[in-house]
């Protein structure tokens, strides 16, 4: 069953605390995104790789720090220093340009 | 950045009526996507259309895209009840890599 998933669904983070949010993918893609959306919001862009031990920061990186030391996975650290990270966390991935595959998302909230 | 602006940021209508979504951005781009999203899920892809086409369909889909004036939109006919959803319009920017800019969303209500 190809797809990409992510754990956990909720997370409750405290203050000062940093948490790291988990997206694996089995669709064999070389390109890997995560996304931020607030409520009544649309998408923006935390940080993307487009190939393994390579990552590039997107709008919104302050705060957030990523690895990709696998194709299948690039994990997602909030960071202390990310001051208002209550927010919906959405995973995704491609072959390259074009459609994206989405993961269910995580929802983040701080204590 | 957010590119893309949909409109209108909400829509009802009651099923059967068409629904149709437009969207706006700023820059050159190599295609337009729209993506749905159900309350509290992942995003899921609907269509994309390239820069060089004018309109695309897909079953009751129908999306168009107007270069020169910097804006798609989407037409969905006969609605369902199961169509209510978000749907966002994203954009890839000439030079910006993989990455895609969204739009906030229209709001989509579909009553039986």
């Known amino acids: 069953d190809g797809g990409i998933t992510q754990s956990p669904k909720y997370l409750f983070r405290k203050e000062g605390q940093n948490v790291t949010l988990s997206c694996e993918q089995n669709?064999?893609?070389?390109?890997m995104y995560w996304y931020r959306q607030d409520p009544g919001q649309g998408l923006r862009l935390i940080y993307y790789?487009?190939?393994?031990?390579?990552?590039q920061k997107g709008d919104i990186a302050e705060g957030y720090s990523v690895s990709r030391e696998k194709k299948e996975s690039f994990p997602l650290t909030v960071t202390s220093a990310q001051k208002n990270p209550t927010a919906f966390y959405l995973c995704?991935?491609?072959?390259?340009?074009?459609?994206?595959?989405f993961g269910p998302g995580t929802r983040l909230t701080v204590l | 950045s957010q590119q893309g602006e949909e409109d209108p940021q909400a829509l009802s209508i009651q099923e059967g009526e068409n629904a149709t979504m437009n969207c706006s951005y700023k820059t050159s781009i190599n295609n337009l996507q729209w993506y749905r999203q159900n309350s509290g899920r992942g995003l899921v892809h609907l269509i994309l259309?390239?820069?060089?086409?004018r309109e695309k369909h897909s079953g009751r889909l129908r999306v168009t895209l107007d270069t020169s004036k910097k804006s798609s939109s989407l037409l969905i006919t006969a609605s369902r009840a199961a169509d209510t959803a978000s749907y966002f319009c994203a954009t890839d920017a000439v030079n910006s890599g993989y990455a895609l800019n969204f739009g906030k969303g229209t709001s989509l209500l579909v009553t039986p």
């Open positions: 669709l064999n893609h070389d390109a």
């Open positions: 790789s487009q190939i393994v031990n390579d990552f």
């Open positions: 259309i390239r820069s060089n086409e």
């Open positions: 995704a991935s491609s072959s390259g340009k074009g459609k994206q595959f």
